[in-house]
């Protein structure tokens, strides 16, 4: 079936990286995404990973994605209070590619 | 350029009650879509219009809910009657081209409607 998990929340000191997880089950991915929410705004799409890669470095985002484990990861490096968000994981598989697939959504506060 | 618009971004009503929600895709853009996130959980895609055809509308929880898009402009998605479990934020995306995000391909996200039924 078509699942994205994330936790719920994480909390990181200013400065340290941040690794958000998200695990899914549909073995058809295309593309997999990570959005941003901010308080008040809609959803932007940080970056995405096509699913034949294992790796995409964007600033300080990476991104990392294990087929075989069917697991996805974001890693803010040196995170700022501007990054406190709801952080979504998401997919699109071949069946369905105009309809994204998201998971519940990862709270990140950052602590001084 | 205008982003995607959502209007209102909250609505208060009691259940029975009708409410018509509705959203501005960013000019040009063909393909529109509308998800739902309830009670914290997941965003749930609802439906996808091209123009104004729905493509997909697999997503649509019951006959309580009716997504419209006269003139392949604006979209209203209009919920009647109203239950509690309905509450939850309303999005509203926009692309180009169908298909993929990225690049070109990228679904443009409204700020949402927060819908509370009491």
């Known amino acids: 079936g078509e699942d994205v998990e994330q936790s719920l929340f994480l909390s990181v000191r200013e400065g340290d990286s941040s690794v958000i997880n998200c695990t899914y089950t549909?073995?058809?991915?295309?593309?997999l995404y990570w959005y941003k929410q901010e308080p008040g705004a809609g959803l932007q799409l940080l970056t995405y990973i096509f699913s034949n890669m294992d790796m995409k470095q964007d600033q300080r985002l990476t991104v990392l994605l294990n087929k075989k484990d069917k697991h996805l990861s974001l890693r803010i490096a040196d995170t700022q209070t501007g990054d406190s968000a709801i952080y979504f994981c998401?997919?699109?598989?071949?069946?369905?590619?105009?309809?994204?697939?998201f998971g519940s959504g990862t709270r990140l506060s950052i602590r001084p | 350029e205008a982003g995607v618009t959502q209007f209102p971004s909250h609505s208060v009503i009691e259940k029975g009650q009708t409410v018509t929600l509705r959203c501005d895709p960013i000019s040009g853009h063909d393909n529109l879509y509308w998800y739902r996130r309830v009670m914290g959980k997941e965003i749930k895609f609802l439906l996808h219009?091209?123009?104004?055809?729905?493509?997909?509308e697999s997503g649509m929880p019951n006959n309580r809910f009716l997504a419209e898009r006269t003139g392949g402009t604006y979209s209203t998605l209009k919920v009647q009657p109203a239950e509690l479990e309905d509450s939850g934020v309303y999005f509203c995306?926009?692309?180009?081209?169908?298909?993929?995000?990225?690049?070109?391909?990228?679904?443009?996200f409204g700020p949402g409607t927060r819908l509370t039924v009491l």
């Open positions: 998401a997919e699109t598989l071949y069946s369905s590619a105009s309809k994204i697939i």
């Open positions: 549909d073995s058809s991915s295309t593309y």
């Open positions: 219009f091209v123009k104004e055809s729905k493509q997909d």
């Open positions: 995306a926009s692309s180009q081209i169908p298909g993929l995000a990225g690049g070109s391909n990228e679904q443009f």
